[in-house]
């Protein structure tokens, strides 16, 4: 089942804010960090979202998994 688009934004934008402050307390520039979504159990449709929303570092456990949903992603 699908996440929606609008719980990954909010979620995201949740994440976002807790890298934020994560850098602030810690002194660093928070365009240093790197967000990975890893999208393991994931459905296509809320990885396509991701993208949407601007994530562009995906990861997978397995590269069978990442070229079926690279390929459904291309469509």
């Excluded at 909010?10 to 240093?32: F, K, M, Q, S, Y």
């Amino acid at each position: 089942m699908s996440t929606g688009r609008k719980a990954l934004s909010d979620n995201l934008r949740r994440v976002r804010e807790g890298i934020a402050a994560a850098t602030e307390r810690a002194g660093r520039d928070p365009a240093g960090v790197c967000l990975v979504a890893v999208t393991k159990a994931a459905e296509c449709d809320d990885v396509k979202n991701l993208i949407d929303l601007g994530v562009l570092d995906i990861g997978e456990s397995r590269v069978q998994q990442l070229v079926a949903r690279s390929e459904q992603i291309a469509q």
